[in-house]
């Protein structure tokens, strides 16, 4: 089934939000290296055959995910960065893997795939002639984990094995048709959108957090938070496309089968896709507001402290960085197509 809600669902909605999302507000700033970066993360797609031919012709060459990774982290050194954007690279390339024929209808041709790519990391390496996604993925891995410890890895391979569960069970909603609930949305679209790429953030800026800290009500308020805003952000950009290929998992679609909604009464579900997401920047904040007093309570060390105020400033910065990158990614529109006029504009009035 195509829910189709029409233009309401562009970048201009979350560009527009700022008087009710204050946190999205303040421009994120850009590594000073980013052009550098981009031929640096171009080069190694191409040579890994993640991208073939020209880039704009491609969704993910047009994404430019160094450009995210360099709003994400401006001022971190750029071989972190660097790794950063290829993470995001290989998985945009996964993604595109599993949306379309024939993983996207298939919940055990998912399961066939991440059996191929969790085998190859746990060898080490990847098999003779195997897909370009496996070769890359192991390179990944050695460069993101050579230096964080055992209980980091088992975080990051579970949250990979989440992230396989979540789009199987998609792929299998896909072929019976099922539009998810909003109950069941908002922990299936979370655990769908690479929740190992924030596990990430440790390796780039160097630290490790505890695993206590992790576990606590209101680090998982944040972290929890920001992935949602993220994720639906995302849905923003990306419904036009997922709504032509009759796919039902972003949250515009969602609202609208969840209450009855005319797909053409644009206004109500601009109205209802912001309000999801300023209630979700808020429920993010008022954790980070509160976590200093929490972080008194654990008894972290002045140098577990410093890793998690780290790692929160780059949580906070990830919303505003992400919503930027969607409006001069040229992922979500047709080849050869720069980013529409209006989102550029609007982006230049909030700066």
């Known amino acids: 089934m195509i829910i189709n809600v029409g233009q309401v669902v562009d970048i201009s909605l979350l560009l527009s939000m700022t008087d009710r999302a204050a946190p999205l507000a303040a421009p994120s700033a850009m590594h000073p290296e980013s052009w550098r970066l981009g031929a640096q993360v171009e080069a190694w797609a191409r040579g890994r055959g993640l991208v073939l031919g020209d880039p704009d012709t491609s969704p993910l060459g047009r994404a430019r995910c160094e450009r995210l990774a360099a709003r994400v982290f401006p001022t971190a050194e750029l071989p972190a ?11 945009l390339a996964l993604d595109d893997t599993l949306d379309h024929p024939p993983l996207a209808d298939s919940g055990s041709a998912v399961h066939a795939l991440y059996d191929d790519l969790l085998r190859a990391m746990r060898r080490g390496h990847a098999r003779p002639g195997a897909r370009p996604l496996e070769a890359a993925l192991v390179e990944l891995w050695d460069a993101a984990s050579a230096n964080m410890s055992r209980e980091w890895r088992r975080r990051f391979m579970l949250h990979l094995e989440t992230h396989r569960d979540a789009c199987a069970e998609e792929a299998v909603n896909r072929r019976v048709r099922h539009v998810p609930t909003l109950a069941q949305y908002a922990p299936l679209r979370r655990r769908a959108c690479g929740p190992f790429l924030y596990d990430l953030l440790e390796p780039v800026l160097g630290v490790e957090l505890p695993a206590r800290l992790l576990r606590t009500p209101r680090w998982t308020t944040l972290a929890l938070g920001v992935a949602d805003i993220v994720a639906w952000s995302n849905d923003v950009a990306s419904h036009d496309l997922e709504a032509a290929r009759g796919d039902v998992h972003d949250l515009p679609a969602v609202l609208v089968r969840a209450h009855g909604l ?27 507001r509160r976590l200093p007093e929490m972080l008194d309570r654990l008894e972290l060390t002045v140098a577990q402290r410093a890793a998690a105020a780290q790692v929160v400033k780059v949580l906070l910065d990830i919303p505003r960085a992400h919503v930027e990158w969607l409006a001069e990614s040229g992922r979500f529109g047709p080849p050869g197509e720069s980013p529409a006029p209006l989102r550029l504009d609007a982006l230049a009035s909030l700066r």
Do not use: N, Q
């Open 262 to 288: 005319d797909p053409d009464d644009t206004a109500t579900i601009g109205h209802m896709v912001a309000d999801k997401i300023a209630d979700r920047v808020e429920d993010a904040w008022a954790a980070a």
């Open 81 to 91: 960065v660097d790794l950063f954007a290829r993470w995001l690279t290989w998985t």
